[in-house]
């Protein structure tokens, strides 16, 4: 894997900053402020994709702040410049979820992905404007999706990775009823400058109970461990060379304003004196494949390639991360250029190791 491919597989669009909630560990910067996407720009990056979207398989993440805070006409009217070939994804909070949302999903054949992180008394960083637990009104757009037959992921994060954790989580997501379920450590990231390091061995035994589990139980698609299962597989069968992407997909973030920041979604909104404001370009003046045929050229990203190279040269794990995301390096340490960040050692290695220890444990014996 070198360099940044010139073509996406997915763009995340913005349509407004606003979220209804203010969780403790959110990363955004302008949460509180409701500025929309113009259905200009989303029109701007519907032309764009076209021809990547001719063999029906290109996905627009709809993401925020709080999609659905932008409200239905106003996020079908950014809808509508799409065409038929693009499978529409929205992340949300889950909490304005009611009848009315649900046709709108069915219509529109969204996939919706909750952010829930596990039982009530897990939610707590999870609150209103006012403070107050948003956990009931979660659960009340979950129950709307089941009894709409909406198919839905969850995405949960865990702020403290450790043995007894994991089981407990994914057991209540088996009684959730989502069929795809991503387990996020929480990160240092944005304006969350929580510290995230841990205790090694507890974060590995997390990971290693969290496979446990799922064996247990495979209902559900388990993101982290099955993308560990499969590289695992490949290292046995000698392609593991063959797993990543041969460049970096550049993952466009599309803000609100139509400015483009690649690779990392959350650097959107940030600035800094020595890179600006890390975007790329601006849909509403440059064609987005221009903007990403340049990309190299963008002075953070250059550094944060040759960070890459440093994983490559130096990580044994790199064959399964890839060097991880750019963000998590800025956040941490302030440049792109470094290797090592707490988000990989909770969330790339510990992780590997977790699904070793397991399969080591559960080796069957010699007769
Ligand atoms: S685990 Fe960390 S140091 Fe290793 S390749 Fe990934 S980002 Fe780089």
């Known amino acids: 894997m070198r360099g940044v491919a010139p073509v996406p597989t997915y763009v995340v669009m913005q349509p407004t900053t606003l979220c209804n909630l203010d969780c403790s560990y959110c ?16 029109g701007a990056v519907a032309a764009a994709i076209e021809p990547w979207a001719a063999d029906g398989r290109f996905s627009v993440v709809w993401h925020g702040g709080e999609p659905l805070a932008a409200g239905r006409e106003h996020l079908g009217a950014l809808l509508a410049p799409f065409g038929p070939g693009v499978e529409h994804h929205v992340q949300t909070n889950a909490t304005l979820i009611d009848d009315a949302w649900c046709a ?17 008394a897990r ?37 403290d990775p450790r043995p007894g954790v ?12 989502c069929d795809v379920l991503g387990i996020n450590v929480e990160e240092l990231e944005g304006v969350n400058t929580r510290a995230n390091g841990h205790d090694a061995a507890e974060v590995t035994a997390f990971w290693a ?19 560990s299962l499969r590289y695992v597989a490949a290292v046995l069968d000698g392609t593991a060379d063959e797993l990543l992407p041969r460049r970096l997909d550049p993952i466009p973030t599309i803000a609100h304003d139509g400015s483009v920041v690649l690779l990392s979604p959350e650097l959107a909104g940030f600035s800094d004196p020595r890179y600006g ?10 064609p987005l494949g221009e903007i990403l045929a340049g990309a190299e050229g963008t002075p953070w990203i250059a550094e944060f390639l040759r960070g890459v190279e440093a ?7 790199f064959g399964f991360c890839g060097g ?26 510990r992780l590997l190791e977790g699904v070793l220890d397991h399969a080591r444990d559960h080796e069957p014996t010699a007769v």
Not at 166 to 177: I, K, M, R, S, V
């Open 166 to 177: 994991a089981a407990e989580l994914y057991d209540y997501f088996l009684g959730l009823g």
């Open 27 to 42: 990363y955004l910067p302008f949460r509180a402020a409701d500025k929309r996407m113009p259905v200009e720009v989303a």
């Open 209 to 227: 109970e969290l496979v446990a589990a799922w064996r247990r139980d495979p209902r559900i698609h388990l993101r982290e461990v099955e993308w």
């Open 311 to 317: 994983c490559r040269a130096g990580c044994p794990y």
């Open 277 to 286: 404001d890390f975007t790329s370009g601006n849909v509403l003046s440059t």
């Open 104 to 120: 709108f999903f069915a219509e529109h054949q969204m996939r919706v992905s909750v952010s829930v992180d596990g039982p009530a």
């Open 123 to 159: 939610n707590d960083q999870r609150v209103t404007r006012g403070g107050r637990p948003a956990y009931d009104r979660i659960l009340k757009g979950v129950e709307a999706l089941r009894r709409h037959d909406i198919p839905f992921s969850a995405l949960c994060v865990v702020s």
């Open 324 to 349: 991880a995301h750019a963000a998590n390096r800025y956040f941490e340490t302030g440049r792109f250029d470094t290797t090592e960040t707490d988000h990989c050692r909770n969330s790339k290695m």
